[in-house]
């Protein structure tokens, strides 16, 4: 009977999230007899109380209660973690990064998805127990995801008139969310309302998601179909006092801090999870590598560069978390600092992904351009160069599977034919025509477009066929903005992991500041590399050219050599305050 007790153990209705001794004490401080809430507690969870042999506790202070220590992440987090990743490249499948509108679109929404994550992770990990109550929860907060999904392919800050219903139901969403976190706290002040110390954190998280709430619940009625709102910025404001709320709360009482919680671990693995979706995405850019063509050593080296770059990422990240050197506060605000990194990281990802996909669509545009020109000049009739480019400009779009009558590409082979000399500028003129035609069907071939704003003003007002040369332009346009951000990007990642290094570590050695000062260095130069942009020409032969990826891949292995050699250089730092199995004192507070 006990044997199939372990083996098929029924998930309880509700779970303490307290340890045995704080269970204990759960009536003012008074120990319970065998009838009391304790024992009430263990009918309820159908489990047995922990033991101090089996579990580890988190350091507390007389008077308060001790938390069940959670090492590592349980698999229903995990689960949530996909739905964040899963949730953005929905976002970005939806929405592509083309001008400075999508942007500031993208941004702000990867922001309210990444604090709802944080609250819902700043909650699992100190009081996350497995049961009924919480798997409803989490639940229900896995929808709340799926929402975010859903309202998110019409999430566009440049016109809140337009997609008014879209901010209505994105502010209802939000609302949502934090009712559900309301009920979850109270859940806690449940377990620990016989405890001041612990209630009154709890009490301040709950009034934080409470006020944020109320003012969702307002915000819906602020958006309508006639006038654009900027209201939706309170949403914002909300989040980061409210993650400001809970960090600043559990510095201030240890008992709800995150003190030996595996939030450290939560945040590692929400940056492995984006590294990956930007595999993902890169796999996606490589498959528009064009069918029956052989692989340029330019293109196989961008793939390989992009590959690097992500790799190097990793490194440079996992190589600097040491679990062993955080202090309790500094942990708290090197979690909240990974929005901006995370931001940043997304944004590089999603750049070295576009610039794999630009280089190979300028190898075939080079060979058009060659192919092309031969055909002109291989007759001094018109009508027969009018018969070869059209044939040439057939089979490439049968090839590409896309229709190139929109641009009317028959009436300029028709002036062509009709000019009587391929060296007049009518025929020229023609020919420039077609040839446009050419280069736009193949850089949509390969997913590149201009930025939608830009897509209606390049037809014509009175509804006639769309100009070519208008079009390239745009999507010229949006690779000049893809260039800054790109590099901003990445000089960005780099410095927000000198400042991640800075806030983890205590008690510093040489090899520490050595480590942020040559992320810090590096990264600054790389976001300078931007600057490009104002000189035309400069910018004109860095695009056009191979070595976009390249550069940044050799900016992040030189941090990445030198990472190895300061290593074996510098000393290591020392080990101090630690006893029993290597942990921290109780009293190591910053």
Not at 105 to 130: C, E, H, K, M, P
Not at 178 to 205: A, C, E
Request: proline content about 3%; charged content about 15%.
């Amino acid at each position: 009977m006990s044997s199939t007790k372990l083996r098929y153990r029924a998930l309880p209705l509700i779970a303490s999230p307290l340890e045995e001794h704080s269970e204990h004490q759960h009536g003012h401080g008074h120990k319970t007899h065998e009838h009391g809430p304790h024992a009430a507690s263990e009918l309820l969870t159908g489990k047995e109380p922990f033991t101090s042999e089996e579990h580890q506790t988190r350091p507390t202070l007389e008077g308060t209660v001790t938390f069940r220590e959670r090492e590592e992440a349980s698999s229903i987090e995990l689960f949530y973690d996909l739905f964040f990743v899963a949730n953005l490249s929905s976002f970005t499948g939806a929405h592509s990064i083309d001008d400075a509108t999508t942007v500031k679109s993208y941004i702000g929404f990867f922001a309210l998805l990444w604090f709802n994550w944080l609250q819902v992770t700043l909650y699992d990990v100190r009081f996350g127990v497995d049961s009924i109550f919480e798997r409803t929860c989490k639940a229900l907060h896995l929808g709340v995801m799926i929402a975010f999904a859903v309202v998110g392919t019409q999430f566009d800050t440049s016109d809140t008139a337009q997609y008014s219903v879209t901010f209505q139901q994105f502010s209802f969403i939000m609302m949502i969310s934090r009712i559900i976190l309301l009920v979850q706290y109270g859940y806690i002040l449940f377990w620990v309302r016989g405890h001041s110390k612990t209630r009154i954190p709890i009490l301040i998280h709950m009034a934080a998601f409470a006020v944020g709430a109320i003012i969702c619940l307002g915000l819906i009625f602020s958006f309508n179909d006639h006038t654009k709102s900027t209201s939706y910025l309170a949403w914002y404001v909300i989040a980061v006092v409210e993650a400001l709320a809970v960090l600043a709360s559990s510095s201030q009482w240890r008992s709800v801090s995150f003190k030996r919680t595996n939030l450290n671990e939560r945040v590692g693995l929400l940056t492995l999870i984006i590294l990956g979706e930007g595999v993902i995405v890169l796999t996606k850019s490589m498959s528009y590598v064009t069918k029956g063509q052989n692989y340029s050593s330019a293109i196989i080296g961008q793939i390989i560069a992009s590959v690097l770059i992500i790799y190097f990422l990793y490194m440079l990240y996992f190589d600097q978390v040491d679990a062993n050197r955080f202090g309790t506060i500094r942990q708290q605000f090197w979690a909240l600092a990974h929005f901006p990194f995370h931001v940043a990281l997304v944004l590089l990802l999603e750049g070295t992904s576009r610039f794999v996909t630009w280089r190979n669509a300028m190898e075939i545009l080079s060979l058009l351009d060659v192919n092309f020109t031969g055909l002109y000049y291989s007759s001094n009739d018109t009508v027969v160069i009018a018969s070869d480019l059209g044939y040439a400009a057939t089979t490439l779009f049968k090839e590409l599977e896309v229709d190139g009558s929109k641009y009317n590409i028959t009436s300029y082979l028709g002036d062509l034919a009709a000019s009587g000399d391929p060296t007049s500028d009518d025929a020229l003129f023609a020919a420039g025509e077609i040839l446009a035609v050419m280069y736009t069907e193949v850089l949509k071939y390969f997913k590149i477009s201009a930025a939608k704003s830009a897509t209606k003003a390049s037809s014509f007002t009175d509804g006639g066929p769309k100009d070519p040369f208008k079009d390239i332009d745009s999507i010229l346009h949006v690779y000049d903005l893809v260039f800054v951000y790109f590099f901003v990007a990445a000089g960005c990642t780099l410095l927000m992991m000198a400042v991640l290094i800075a806030l983890a570590k205590k008690n510093k050695c040489s090899g520490d500041y050595a480590a942020i000062a040559l992320r810090a260095v590096v990264g600054v130069g790389l976001a300078c590399v931007a600057a490009v942009k104002g000189n035309y020409t400069a910018q004109e032969h860095f695009l056009y050219s191979p070595w976009m990826l390249p550069t940044v891949l050799l900016a992040i292995g030189l941090v990445v050599v030198l990472d190895g050699v300061l290593g074996y250089l510098l000393p290591a730092p020392k080990t101090q305050g630690l006893h029993g199995h290597g942990e921290p004192h109780a009293h190591d507070h910053a």
